[in-house]
C-alpha cells in the first residue's frame, strides 16, 4: 500500500517570502501522479499542482513550484513571494496511474503567512 | 452550479441515529469518490463510483456506511447506527476522466453527540 508523509505539521513564513513544504512517499509502482492540494477554512480542497511520474521536468504554476526527486520519492513544494491569501493547510497526495483513481493523502502542513 | 455540492454543510446526530449525506458532482463527471476526513488528519479514501456503479468500497470503516449513485449522478451516503467516532468532515469529489484531477465539495461537518 501507499503511503504520504508530511513531517512538517506547522510552518510559517514572512510575507514575500519563499517556503517550502516537505513531503515524501512510499511505492513500489513506477507510474503514478502527485499533487499537493489547499485546504483553506471553507474545506474545500483546491488543487494547487500536479506531477507526473514519468515526467522529469518539475511541475511549475506561476509562484508554486514543486522539486520532485523520483528516486529519493520526495515532492516538496515551494511557494515563491508568499501572499496572505496563502494561508491554509497543505496537503500531498499521491494516485495510482492504474485503476483506482483514489487519492492517498498526507497529514497535512498548515502555512502560516506573517505580514 | 459551476462545481461540487454537498448537504448539508453541518449535521449534528445523537449517537445511535441514522444519517444521509448529499453530494452532486459537477455536471457530466463520471467519477465520484467519498472520502472522510478527521479533525487534523488528511482525508481518507471511503468509495468510489464510475457512473453507477461501485467500483471500490473498500474504505467504509464497517458494514454501518452505505453509499449509492442509483442514476450515475447525485450520491449519498449513508451511516446507520452513528457512533461518535464518526464525527469528521465528509468530502466528495468528481471526475471527468481517468486522468484527470478531482474537484471537491466543501464537505459535511458530521458531528455525534
Known amino acids: 500500500a501507499q503511503t504520504v508523509t508530511q513531517s512538517q505539521p506547522e510552518m510559517s513564513v514572512q510575507e514575500a517570502e519563499t517556503v517550502t513544504l516537505s513531503c515524501t512517499y512510499d511505492?513500489?509502482?513506477?507510474?503514478?501522479?502527485l499533487f499537493w492540494y489547499k485546504q483553506p477554512p471553507s474545506r474545500q480542497m483546491i488543487l494547487v499542482i500536479r506531477?507526473?511520474?514519468?515526467?522529469?521536468q518539475n511541475a511549475t504554476e506561476n509562484r508554486f513550484s514543486v522539486n520532485f526527486q523520483k528516486a529519493a520519492k520526495s515532492f516538496s513544494l515551494k511557494i515563491s513571494d508568499s501572499q496572505l491569501g496563502d494561508a491554509a493547510m497543505y496537503f500531498c497526495?499521491?494516485?495510482?496511474?492504474?485503476?483506482?483513481?483514489?487519492?492517498?493523502f498526507g497529514t497535512g502542513t498548515r502555512l502560516t503567512i506573517i505580514p | 452550479g459551476a462545481g461540487v455540492s454537498q448537504s448539508p454543510r453541518y449535521k449534528v446526530a445523537k449517537r445511535g441515529q441514522d444519517v444521509a449525506l448529499r453530494c452532486d458532482p459537477i455536471?457530466?463527471?463520471?467519477?465520484l469518490f467519498w472520502y472522510q476526513q478527521a479533525l487534523g488528519q488528511g482525508p481518507e479514501f471511503l468509495t468510489y463510483?464510475?457512473?453507477?456503479?461501485?467500483?471500490?468500497k473498500s474504505g467504509l470503516p464497517s458494514d454501518r456506511f452505505f453509499a449509492e449513485r442509483p442514476e450515475g449522478s447525485v450520491s449519498t451516503l449513508k451511516i446507520q447506527r452513528t457512533q461518535q467516532e464518526d464525527s469528521a468532515v465528509y468530502l466528495c469529489?468528481?471526475?471527468?476522466?481517468?486522468?484527470?484531477?478531482?474537484?471537491f465539495g466543501d464537505g459535511t461537518r458530521l458531528s455525534i453527540l
Open positions: 469529489a468528481s471526475g471527468t476522466a481517468f486522468n484527470q484531477p478531482q474537484h
Open positions: 511505492t513500489s509502482e513506477s507510474d503514478y501522479y
Open positions: 506531477q507526473e511520474a514519468y515526467k522529469q
Open positions: 497526495a499521491y494516485r495510482t496511474n492504474f485503476g483506482n483513481e483514489k487519492l492517498t
Open positions: 455536471s457530466g463527471h463520471v467519477s
Open positions: 463510483f464510475q457512473n453507477e456503479a461501485q467500483l471500490d
